[in-house]
């Protein structure tokens, strides 16, 4: 991260330097809204920003300069994806169908950050109801990727991944039922974690509640241990969540691979695509992990085809979203999102239990796959980020093939899974590796995380490079 501007020191440094009073919550806030007045208005990130964030950054000062910080996120700025609800603010979801009423209460994940006294900075966009991984939504238009605007920055949690990449705090909240953290986080240079099943507390579950979960977006591999930390406080409005005793995920996080054993994965039920450049970034991993003290070989988890799996799960949750509305708001939605909805919805019930036994075979075929090997490795996505302005054509093709091929898998089968940065492309946009562990063990995923990290230089956007010759869009 940055020695001087603290827009881009990690939440750790911030949080260093209020310790030692050489900065404050008011003064680093401040550092970020001067690059959000600056880039946002061609990033487009924000949903919403959050009036008091100066007014809490200025009683979290207050308490350093007291010695007394509320918890562990003290003053550090955060922004929660528009899929979450944050008391006071409207959760739109992307789309022109929703209440713009403001939320009664906070979302889970919100209230463990807010309660270890993080700065909330606002709203981040989704795609409409989180339903695909082009950067767009109804609601707020095209969210641009800060490496190269002409370019995605994935989704569904879109303004997540940008704020993170450009400059605008440290911590952001994404979700993820198919992908929606991991995908943005490789397209955007960016680690982002999707837990296991129930790590973060949930409620209202969303219409993909039975493989989401939120999880951070960070620049750093510690930030997004330290920030779970916050999230992962169990909630009794979640009757799914796991019952664990709150931990500092930190811990533990440098102890490196050294004996570990490590699956480098290519086949997932099916051949998901992935380009040259992608395979280099996995071996290049393998590789890292190796000289690191692990033991990396080739393997194959044997799973049934999760495609026919999660298509399902997907389609009949966008058609159960949109069977509840009435036909002047579906006209409002994304042509696509109504195109799957209308594909999937005659699905009978048999035919959809017929998929939730499947997902239960997938999940026991990688819990068997797992007493033989600690970490799976793979791509995250097949491609670098792809452009930003072409419309979403046949979606369901392009989930397999062009979206969430290598994510959507651990979402069937609830294990954490976590993407960390392996440097540029030749065209100077991020490539990201995924690791995945058994279901409950996140913390190997950080574990090996952070030995990739610490072996790759790390590459920050550079938005004042990219001109204002885009804010035309």
């Given at each position: 991260?940055?020695?001087?501007?603290?827009?881009?020191?990690?939440?750790?440094?911030?949080?260093?330097?209020?310790?030692?009073?050489?900065?404050?919550?008011?003064?680093?806030?401040?550092?970020?809204?001067?690059?959000?007045?600056?880039?946002?208005?061609?990033?487009?990130?924000?949903?919403?920003?959050?009036?008091?964030?100066?007014?809490?950054?200025?009683?979290?000062?207050?308490r350093w300069a007291a010695g007394r910080p509320l918890g562990a996120l003290d003053?550090?700025?955060?922004?929660?994806?528009?899929?979450?609800?944050?008391?006071?603010?409207?959760?739109?979801?992307?789309?022109?169908?929703?209440?713009?009423?403001?939320?009664?209460?906070?979302?889970?994940?919100?209230?463990?950050?807010?309660?270890?006294?993080?700065?909330?900075?606002?709203?981040?966009?989704?795609?409409?109801?989180?339903?695909?991984?082009?950067?767009?939504?109804?609601?707020?238009?095209?969210?641009?990727?800060?490496?190269?605007?002409?370019?995605?920055?994935?989704?569904?949690?879109?303004?997540?991944?940008?704020?993170?990449?450009?400059?605008?705090?440290?911590?952001?909240?994404?979700?993820?039922?198919?992908?929606?953290?991991?995908?943005?986080?490789?397209?955007?240079?960016?680690?982002?974690?999707?837990?296991?099943?129930?790590?973060?507390?949930?409620?209202?579950?969303?219409?993909?509640?039975?493989?989401?979960?939120?999880?951070?977006?960070?620049?750093?591999?510690?930030?997004?241990?330290?920030?779970?930390?916050?999230?992962?406080?169990?909630?009794?409005?979640?009757?799914?969540?796991?019952?664990?005793?709150?931990?500092?995920?930190?811990?533990?996080?440098?102890?490196?691979?050294?004996?570990?054993?490590?699956?480098?994965?290519?086949?997932?039920?099916?051949?998901?695509?992935?380009?040259?450049?992608?395979?280099?970034?996995?071996?290049?991993?393998?590789?890292?992990?190796?000289?690191?003290?692990?033991?990396?070989?080739?393997?194959?988890?044997?799973?049934?085809?999760?495609?026919?799996?999660?298509?399902?799960?997907?389609?009949?949750?966008?058609?159960?979203?949109?069977?509840?509305?009435?036909?002047?708001?579906?006209?409002?939605?994304?042509?696509?999102?109504?195109?799957?909805?209308?594909?999937?919805?005659?699905?009978?019930?048999?035919?959809?239990?017929?998929?939730?036994?499947?997902?239960?075979?997938?999940?026991?075929?990688?819990?068997?796959?797992?007493?033989?090997?600690?970490?799976?490795?793979?791509?995250?996505?097949?491609?670098?980020?792809?452009?930003?302005?072409?419309?979403?054509?046949?979606?369901?093709?392009?989930?397999?093939?062009?979206?969430?091929?290598?994510?959507?898998?651990?979402?069937?089968?609830?294990?954490?899974?976590?993407?960390?940065?392996?440097?540029?492309?030749?065209?100077?946009?991020?490539?990201?590796?995924?690791?995945?562990?058994?279901?409950?063990?996140?913390?190997?995923?950080?574990?090996?995380?952070?030995?990739?990290?610490?072996?790759?230089?790390?590459?920050?956007?550079?938005?004042?490079?990219?001109?204002?010759?885009?804010?035309?869009?």
């Amino acid at each position: 991260m940055s020695d001087t501007d603290p827009a881009l020191m990690s939440a750790e440094s911030l949080l260093d330097l209020y310790a030692s009073r050489r900065l404050s919550p008011v003064e680093a806030l401040q550092a970020m809204l001067e690059r959000i007045a600056r880039y946002n208005p061609w990033v487009n990130a924000f949903a919403v920003l959050n009036p008091k964030a100066l007014q809490q950054a200025g009683e979290s000062s207050a308490r350093w300069a007291a010695g007394r910080p509320l918890g562990a996120l003290d003053g550090v700025p955060v922004t929660v994806k528009d899929l979450l609800h944050l008391q006071g603010f409207p959760t739109r979801r992307g789309s022109k169908t929703t209440d713009a009423s403001p939320a009664a209460e906070d979302a889970p994940a919100v209230l463990g950050l807010k309660a270890a006294g993080a700065v909330i900075l606002g709203k981040t966009t989704t795609t409409e109801f989180g339903w695909k991984t082009p950067g767009d939504c109804p609601l707020h238009g095209i969210t641009r990727n800060v490496w190269n605007p002409e370019r995605t920055v994935g989704g569904s949690s879109s303004g997540a991944a940008a704020a993170g990449a450009a400059g605008f705090g440290p911590l952001h909240i994404g979700t993820d039922a198919g992908g929606s953290i991991r995908i943005p986080a490789a397209f955007c240079g960016l680690v982002g974690m999707k837990p296991s099943y129930g790590r973060v507390p949930q409620w209202p579950h969303s219409a993909f509640g039975q493989v989401s979960c939120a999880g951070p977006m960070t620049r750093s591999v510690r930030d997004a241990a330290l920030m779970m930390s916050a999230m992962a406080q169990p909630d009794l409005r979640d009757p799914f969540c796991v019952h664990d005793t709150p931990r500092d995920w930190r811990e533990g996080v440098e102890d490196g691979v050294g004996g570990l054993r490590v699956a480098v994965v290519r086949r997932l039920g099916y051949t998901p695509p992935i380009d040259a450049e992608g395979e280099a970034a996995v071996l290049a991993a393998a590789r890292i992990l190796s000289e690191a003290g692990a033991i990396v070989e080739d393997a194959d988890p044997e799973l049934p085809d999760t495609r026919a799996i999660f298509g399902r799960v997907w389609g009949v949750a966008l058609a159960r979203l949109v069977r509840t509305m009435p036909p002047e708001k579906r006209a409002l939605l994304d042509r696509g999102l109504d195109e799957v909805a209308e594909r999937e919805g005659g699905m009978s019930a048999v035919d959809f239990l017929g998929a939730e036994a499947l997902r239960g075979e997938a999940a026991h075929a990688m819990a068997r796959f797992h007493q033989r090997y600690d970490l799976l490795l793979c791509p995250t996505t097949p491609t670098a980020a792809f452009a930003a302005d072409t419309p979403t054509l046949k979606p369901t093709e392009a989930l397999w093939r062009d979206w969430a091929p290598w994510t959507f898998t651990f979402n069937l089968t609830r294990q954490p899974a976590i993407s960390v940065p392996l440097g540029l492309d030749e065209h100077g946009m991020p490539r990201g590796v995924q690791l995945a562990a058994a279901q409950l063990r996140d913390d190997l995923c950080f574990r090996a995380a952070r030995v990739i990290e610490r072996a790759v230089t790390p590459a920050i956007a550079q938005p004042e490079a990219q001109g204002c010759e885009h804010h035309h869009h």
